[in-house]
């Protein structure tokens, strides 16, 4: 299981750290990624990591803002955000897939097998 934690509300140009736990098994083998979903939208893809942390990858609206980051030993990954504006309030989820050992990451939420529930965040303008 993943569960997702960290969100809440927060102004605009202000930072939140997202934390995704894992449980149940390990997911140190398999590319963690991070999706979010406002209300009305498709749920849309934030930034992936691998497992090794050698291949990183973020949305372009999320680059320069947003860092993803995993701590292998704790089974557990991390979403710093900073500069968040009003377009970032969505439930936040996180996501792993395989194969395991994958050297790329993906976008393709057909390619995430396991997903936690979403953290909310709200920026507040």
């Known amino acids: 299981q993943l569960q997702a934690s960290g969100g809440g509300l927060v102004q605009a140009g202000g930072s939140l750290t997202l934390s995704c736990a894992a449980s149940?098994?390990?997911?140190?083998?398999?590319?963690m990624g991070w999706f979010r979903q406002s209300p009305g939208k498709e749920r849309e893809y934030v930034a992936a990591i691998n497992w090794n942390s050698k291949n990183i990858d973020y949305a372009d609206f999320a680059k320069g803002r947003f860092t993803i980051s995993r701590d292998t030993a704790k089974n557990t990954v991390y979403l710093q955000m900073s500069s968040l504006v009003p377009e970032d309030t969505a439930a936040y989820h996180c996501?792993?897939?395989?194969?395991?050992?994958?050297?790329?990451?993906?976008?393709?939420?057909?390619?995430?097998?396991?997903w936690g529930q979403g953290t909310l965040v709200t920026v507040s303008s």
């Open positions: 149940g098994r390990t997911f140190s083998s398999l590319v």
């Open positions: 996501a792993a897939g395989g194969p395991p050992y994958r050297a790329v990451v993906s976008y393709y939420r057909s390619e995430y097998e396991y």
